[in-house]
């Protein structure tokens, strides 16, 4: 069982800052990439940040410059750190992890169940 637990939403004015956690638990052998994706009301869920085990990253247009993606290996953990928020950003945000649960374990996408940020104008 592997459960992505994220944490760290909720309400900010425009141009402000949030900083989101996502912690990996349970049976993990390794995981690959991790990242994260946001989905507003009534649009697909679009990605907005990933970073592999080694830390190379890449960043949707809309975000780059502003937002930041990094990840605690040692820790299961990945942060992402939101600065000058504008309001059309409001979504749930979804973590992603590309894991193993063993070594022969082909490497599966688990996601996490969101956490709500809403950004006022």
């Known amino acids: 069982q592997v459960q992505l637990v994220e944490s760290g939403g909720g309400l900010v004015q425009a141009g402000g800052s949030l900083r989101l956690s996502c912690a990996a638990s349970?049976?993990?052998?390794?995981?690959?990439?991790m990242g994260w994706y946001r989905q507003a009301p009534g649009k697909q869920r679009e990605l907005v940040a990933t970073?592999?085990?080694?830390?190379?990253?890449i960043y949707a247009d809309s975000v780059k410059g502003r937002f930041a993606i990094v990840r605690d290996n040692a820790k299961n953990t990945v942060y992402l750190q939101m600065n000058s928020l504008k309001p059309d950003e409001t979504a749930v945000y979804y973590c992603?992890?590309?894991?193993?649960?063993?070594?022969?374990?082909?490497?599966?996408?688990?996601w996490g169940r969101g956490t709500q940020v809403t950004v006022s104008s």
């Open positions: 992603n992890a590309d894991l193993k649960t063993s070594r022969i374990a082909v490497p599966k996408a688990y």
């Open positions: 349970g049976r993990i052998f390794s995981i690959n990439d």
């Open positions: 970073i592999t085990s080694g830390g190379s990253t």
